[in-house]
C-alpha cells in the first residue's frame, strides 16, 4: 500500500495503540461501507424501471428492523469498549517520571522551558527556547502545556500527541519517543494570522546526547541569570 | 385565514396562541437555561461567588422583588378568572394591579442594582458582578415588556365585554408573566439563596 | 379567500404567504450560495497553489492580497466567511426556511402557517442578518477571522486578530439569523400541531414534514443558547467584561461547551430536513413505500434528542476531563444507530422498487452515497484516542463535507428539483439537471474524498500555506488535485445556475402533479394561489401508497377517498370514519 495512503511513522510508545484502533475502525466502517454502497448501487441498477415489472408493494418488515438496529449498535458498543481502553491507557495516568518540560504557547511561537539546577519552573535558571525542543529516547516525559494569549494545539504528528493549550489553565500531557530524530512541532488549533507558520523542531537524542546537551545550556542559563536580568516570568 | 374556505378547516383546533405562546416560552426558557449553565461554570469552576472584596447580593430586597412578582402573578390569575366568569370589571382591576405590582418588581430591582453598584460591584470588574448583571438584566427586560403589555392590555379595556382577539391577547400574556413570575422564582434561589 | 388583488409590494416584497416567503428564503440563499462558493474557490486556489498569486486577486485590496497573493490573516477571514455563510446563509435557511415554509402547510393541508405575519417578520430578521454578516465582508480591517467556531480569546479581543468591526458584526448577524429561526421555529410547530387538514394524523404526515417539525424542535431549544453566549461575546468585545478571558476570572471552554450545545444539534438541523426530502424523493421515485415509516420517524426523534448530549464530541482535546470525554464518545456513539436505520431503510426502500432515474431521483441517491461516507468518517472521530490524531485535520473537514455538501446540499438539490414544478409552475430541464447532478457526484467525491488521506496524514485545518511543513509537502500534489476538482465542482455549478434561471423563465408549464406522487402538495395546482387549495382536502392514509395491488395507477394521492378500494394491509385506516 502506497505510505501516503497509511498514517505516517509513529514513534511514540501509544502512537501503535492509536494506529492499530484507526485500523480497527477502519476495518468496521470499511465493511459497513462497501456492503451499504454496493447495496445502493446495485439495486439502483437491478430495480431500474422496467417493462411491466411493477414495484413490491411492502411497508417495511420489523424483523430486518431489529436485525440492522441491533448490529451496528453492538459494533458501536465495540468500537467504544476498544476506544476507551486506549483512552485510559494515554490520559488515565501519567508514568512517574522526572523529565519535565514546560510548554508556553503564545502567538506564534512555543516557548520551551526546561528547570534549572534548583529543579524548578519560572525561575531565572531555567533553560528557555523558542520553537526548539529537545528530548530524550526511550523515558517517558511529562509536559505542562499552557498559553500566555489564545487558545493554540500542540501537535506532534508522529507522536500522536496533540492537546489544546488553553490560556488560565495548565494542561500536563506525556509521550515516549520510540526513536532518535528530528520531528516538527505543528499548532493544530486556529490562533491568528500566524497560525499556519507556527511551527516548532522536535530533536529526540540518545540519552547520554540529551544529558549533555541540558547540562551545557543550563550552565549558559545560569550564567545568563547570574549576569543579567532574571529571565522574563510567565503569566501566573 | 385558516377559518376560511368552508366548514372543514375547523377541524383542526383554532386556539393556537396558547399554544405558541408555551412554545415561545420553551425558547425563553432555554435562554436563561443557558445563561445559568454559564452562571454554574463561572461560579463552581472559578474562586466562588461572591468575589473577594465583593458585596454580597441584598437577599432581604430581592426578596421583596420576589414577593411584589408573585402578588403580580396572583392578581393576574383573579384577572383572568374574572374574564372567563365575564366580570369586566374585576379584569380590569386585576389587570391594572399586576401591572403596578409588576412595576414595583422592576423598581425594586432598579434600587438593588444601584445599591450594588455603589457597594463597588461593577458590570465589568469581575465575572461575578458580570454574570449576575446579565441574567437579572435579561429577566429585567422580559419584565418589562412583560409589564408594558399588561399597560396596553389593561388600558384598552374599557368595554364591559372581552372581544375574541383580546380574549387570547390576555390568555397569552398571562402565560408570558407567570413565566416570567416563575423564572425570577428560580432565579432567586439560585442567585441568591443557595 | 377575500378576491381583491394585493398590490405588489404586498405580494412579492412584504408578503404574508408562506410560499412567496419560501421562495424569498429560496433566492436569498441561493444568493449567497454563489459567495459562499467563490470563498471556497479562493480558499482551493491558496492552498492548491500557495505561491502564486490568484486570478483577479489583483482586483482585491492592497492589504488583503499583495500583489494578488493572499495576505495569512486574509485567508483566515476567507473560509471563515465561507463557513458562516454556507452554514448560516445557505443550508440553514434553504432546508428550514425555504422548504419549511414552503412545504408545512401544503403538505399537511393548510391554506398558510399559523401566523403569516410571524412568518414575514422571521424572514425580514433573517434578511437583515444576512444583510450585516455581507456588510461585515466590507469593513475596515476585514470580515470575522476566527473560524465559523469563532472561539475565544481569539475572537473576544480584537488585539489578537487585527480584526474589529468585522468580528462584532458577525456576533449580530448570528444573533439576528438565530431569532429569525427562533420565530420560524414557533410556526412551524403551532402549524403543524395545530393546522393539519382533518384526516391528517401523526402518523399520516410525510417524512418531510416530520423531518421539519423535530428540526424546529431543535432550533427552537438549541438556538437561544447560542444567543445566550453570543451575547457574552458581544460584552467581552465591546463592553469589557471576561466572560471568556481566564485572566478576569472568565472560563475560556464555557464557550466552546455553548457554542457546541448549539452547534451540534445545528449540525443535525442541517441534515435533517434533506433526510425528510430524500424520503419521499426515494418513495416517489421508486414507486415503492418508504420502508419502515416509523422506524424513520422514531430515529428522526432519536436523531434529535440524543443530539442534545453529544456535543463535548468536538472537544476531546481541549482539556476538557477525560472521564467526560468518555461519556461523550459513548453517547456519539449511540447516536449513530438511528441514522444507520435510516440508510438502511433508504436500501430497503430502493429493494423491489421500479425506480425512475429523473433529477431529484439522482441527488437523492447521491445524498445517500455521500452520507454514508460522512457518517462513518464521523465514527473515526468520536473515538476519543483516534481523535487525538485526527482533531483539527482535514480528516474532520472532509467529514463535515461529505455531511453538509454530499448530505445536506445534494438534499437541497433534490428537493429544488423535485419541488420546483410546485414552486414555479414551470418543470426544470430534466436532461441538463441530470447532467449537473452526476457531474456534481463525481467532482465532489474528487474534492472530498482525498482530504480523508491529507487528514490521515496530519494535514491541520485552517492553515493557509500546507508547504510551510516539512512534513507535508509530500501530501501537495493531493492539495493540488484537489484544487483542479473544487473549481470543476463550483463551474458545474454554473450549470444548475442556468438551469435554474432558464427554467423560471421558459420551462414547460407543469401540471399539478407532475411525478404522480401522493402527498397533499400535489393536490394543489402548480403553482398553489392563495390560500393554497380549492378546498380543503381530507386525509385518508399516509403518503406512500405507490404500488397498491389491484390499482390501475402505482399511486394513492393522501386525499383520494379510500373506501372505494380494497385494501390488504390495513384496512381500518380507510373507513372515513377513522379518518376524519
Ligand atoms: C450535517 C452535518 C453533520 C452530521 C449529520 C454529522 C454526523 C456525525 N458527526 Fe459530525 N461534524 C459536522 C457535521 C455533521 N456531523 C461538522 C460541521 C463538524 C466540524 C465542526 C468544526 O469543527 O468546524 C463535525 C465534527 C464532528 C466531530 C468532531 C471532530 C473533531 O473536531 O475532532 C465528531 C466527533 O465525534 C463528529 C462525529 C459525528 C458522528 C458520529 C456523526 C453521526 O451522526 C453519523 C452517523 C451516520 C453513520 C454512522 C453512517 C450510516 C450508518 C451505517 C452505514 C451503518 C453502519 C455503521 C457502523 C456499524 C459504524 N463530527
Ligand atoms: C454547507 C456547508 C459547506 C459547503 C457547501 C462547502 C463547500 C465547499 N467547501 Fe467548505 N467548509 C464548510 C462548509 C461548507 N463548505 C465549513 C463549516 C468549513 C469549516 C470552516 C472552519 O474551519 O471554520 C469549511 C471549510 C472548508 C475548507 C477548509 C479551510 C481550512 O480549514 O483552511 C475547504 C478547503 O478546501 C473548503 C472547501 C470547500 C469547497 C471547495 C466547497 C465547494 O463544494 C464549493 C462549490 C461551490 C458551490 C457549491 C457554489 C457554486 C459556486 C459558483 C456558482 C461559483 C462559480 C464557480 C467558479 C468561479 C469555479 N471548505
Ligand atoms: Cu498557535 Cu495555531
Ligand atoms: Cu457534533
Known sequence: ?236 | MTAAGGPKIEATSPDNSRFATLVFLMAGTMLFAGLVGAYLVLRFGGTGFPAPGMPALPVALAGVSTVFIALSSLALRRAVRAMRTLDAAGLRRGLALAAVLGLAFLVCQAIQWNRLVHLGLSFTGTTYGSVFYVITGAHAVHAISGVVWLLVIAVRQREHWVPETRRRAIESCALYWHFVGLIWGALYVLLYLV | MSEHKPSFIRKYIFSQDHKVIGIQFLFLSLFFMIIGGLLAMMVRWQLGFPDQAMPLGTLFPENLMPEGHMDPAFYNAVFTMHASIMIFLVIIPILTGAFGNFLIPLMIGARDMAYPKLNMLSFWVGAAGGSIMAASLFVANGPAATGWTAYPPLSAVPEYTGVTLGQTLWIVSVIFIGSASIMGAVNYITTIVNQRAPGMKFFRMPLSVWALFITAVLQLMATPVLASALGMLLFDRTLGTHFFAPAGGGQVLLWQHLFWFYSHPAVYIMILPAMGFVSDIMSTFSRKPIFGYKAMVFSIMGIAGLGFIVWGHHMFQSGMNPALGSAFMASTMVIAVPSAIKTFNWLGTLWRGSIRFNTPMLHALAFVSSFIIGGLSGIFMASTPVDIFIHDTYFIVAHLHYVLFGGSLFGVFAAITYWFPKMFGRMMNDSLGRVHAVLTFIFFNLTFFPMHILGMGGHMRRIYDPTQYDFLKPLQPINVFISINAFLLGATQLLFIANFVWSLAAGKRAERNPWHANSLEWVAPSPPPHGNFETIPTVYRGAYEFSVPGLADDFLPQDRPGDEIPHPTRPSVLTPARAS
Not at chain 1, 78 to 93: D, E, L, M, P, T
Open chain 1, 1 to 236: 500500500m502506497p505510505t501516503w495512503l497509511s498514517l505516517p511513522e509513529g514513534v511514540s510508545t501509544y502512537s501503535p495503540d492509536v494506529d492499530h484502533l484507526f485500523y480497527v475502525i477502519l476495518a468496521i466502517t470499511g465493511v459497513a461501507f462497501v456492503l451499504t454502497e454496493v447495496l445502493l448501487f446495485a439495486f439502483a441498477f437491478l430495480y431500474r424501471q422496467r417493462q411491466g415489472v411493477k414495484a413490491t408493494y411492502s411497508h417495511g418488515n420489523s424483523k430486518v428492523e431489529v436485525i440492522w438496529t441491533v448490529v451496528p449498535a453492538v459494533l458501536l458498543v465495540f468500537i467504544a469498549v476498544v476506544s476507551q481502553s486506549v483512552w485510559v491507557r494515554i490520559k488515565g495516568s501519567i508514568p512517574k517520571t522526572d523529565e519535565e518540560v514546560m510548554i508556553t504557547a503564545s502567538q506564534f511561537n512555543w516557548e520551551i522551558r526546561y528547570r534549572g539546577a534548583d529543579g524548578v519552573f519560572d525561575t531565572p535558571d531555567d533553560v528557555i527556547t523558542s520553537n526548539d525542543m529537545h528530548l530524550p529516547v526511550g523515558v517517558p516525559v511529562r509536559i505542562h502545556l499552557r498559553s500566555k494569549d489564545v487558545i493554540h494545539s500542540f501537535f506532534l504528528p508522529q507522536f500522536r500527541l496533540k492537546q489544546d493549550a488553553v490560556p488560565g489553565v495548565t494542561i500536563d500531557v506525556w509521550l515516549q519517543a520510540t526513536r532518535t530524530g528530528q520531528f516538527e512541532i505543528a499548532c493544530a488549533e486556529l490562533c491568528g494570522f500566524g497560525h499556519g507558520t507556527m511551527r516548532g523542531q522536535l530533536t529526540v537524542h540518545e540519552t547520554q546526547e540529551y544529558s549533555t546537551w541540558l547540562k551545557d545550556a543550563q550552565a549558559a542559563a545560569a550564567a545568563q541569570a547570574g549576569s543579567a536580568a532574571p529571565a522574563e516570568q510567565p503569566p501566573a
